[in-house]
Nanobody
Framework: VQLQASGGGLVQAGGSLRLSCTASGRTLSGNDYAMGWFRQAPGEDRKFLATISWKGGSKYVSDSVKDRFTISRDNAKNTVYLQMDSLKPEDTADYYC?????????????????WGQGTQVTVSS
């Protein structure tokens, strides 16, 4: 399974970005699996942001960003999105998507089996 993350870039504080993560390779269809978004700022540990179940539509967004970030998916495109609004300089980080071969939502990085390459987000003040 390959995950391709995209959509990062440079944005001013208060702006928005939508990250995408497209899954390909060995099919995950037929299996209920969860996807997640994480981020890692320089010198910091990777942090959980959001997770969504592929079939059930269950989702959860971390309290730290739930007022500004939204996770969604498009099954037809095998793609999961992270909509980020009202961005702040402290949102600057590398953002990673991940997939786990398990129906339940995952909240920690060790629960995920596959990872994308990361997409960089820089928010200027």
């Amino acid at each position: 399974v390959q995950l391709q993350a995209s959509g990062g870039g440079l944005v001013q504080a208060g702006g928005s970005l939508r990250l995408s993560c497209t899954a390909s390779g060995r099919t995950l269809s037929g299996n209920d699996y969860a996807m997640g978004w994480f981020r890692q700022a320089p010198g910091e540990d990777r942090k959980f942001l959001a997770t969504i179940s592929w079939k059930g539509g269950s989702k959860y967004v971390s309290d730290s960003v739930k007022d500004r970030f939204t996770i969604s998916r498009d099954n037809a495109k095998n793609t999961v999105y992270l909509q980020m609004d009202s961005l702040k300089p402290e949102d600057t980080a590398d953002y990673y998507c991940a997939a786990r071969e398990y129906a339940r939502l995952g909240y920690s990085d060790y629960e995920y089996d596959y990872w994308g390459q990361g997409t960089q987000v820089t928010v200027s003040s």
